[in-house]
């Protein structure tokens, strides 16, 4: 299984991103997807996370600026990033749970992280 992700690159402050993340091998079904960031000296931090039924969950300091979203038929999770602060600079890294073997588990996979740059 491999998450490819893309869509990064350098924004203004106030400007938009998104980020897209496609989940590719022997998959057999996906719990929650998930965006995660870490900037440069930092932990790695949940930005926003989306269950297989659409329910959606973000960290504060998106809420009304940042939109996560899926595509169940795509095995693919998106991150529309509105008002782009440069406090948002950060690589990010999407991250999905994948079943794999019929009488197996949901194990988590990781993406490469993408990196955004915000200017102000």
């Known amino acids: 299984v491999q998450l490819q992700a893309s869509g990064g690159g350098l924004a203004q402050a106030g400007g938009s991103l998104r980020l897209s993340c496609v989940a590719s091998?022997?998959?057999?079904?996906?719990?929650?997807m998930g965006w995660y960031r870490q900037a440069p000296g930092k932990q790695r931090e949940l930005v926003a996370s989306i269950t297989s039924g659409g329910s959606t969950n973000y960290v504060d300091l998106v809420k009304g600026r940042f939109t996560i979203s899926r595509d169940n038929a795509k095995n693919t999770v998106y991150l529309q990033m509105n008002s782009l602060k440069p406090e948002d600079t950060a690589a990010y890294y999407c991250?999905?749970?994948?079943?794999?073997?019929?009488?197996?588990?949901?194990?988590?996979?990781w993406g490469q992280g993408t990196q955004v740059t915000v200017s102000s």
């Open positions: 991250n999905a749970e994948i079943l794999t073997q019929l009488l197996g588990n949901h194990l988590g996979y």
């Open positions: 091998g022997r998959i057999l079904s996906i719990n929650d």
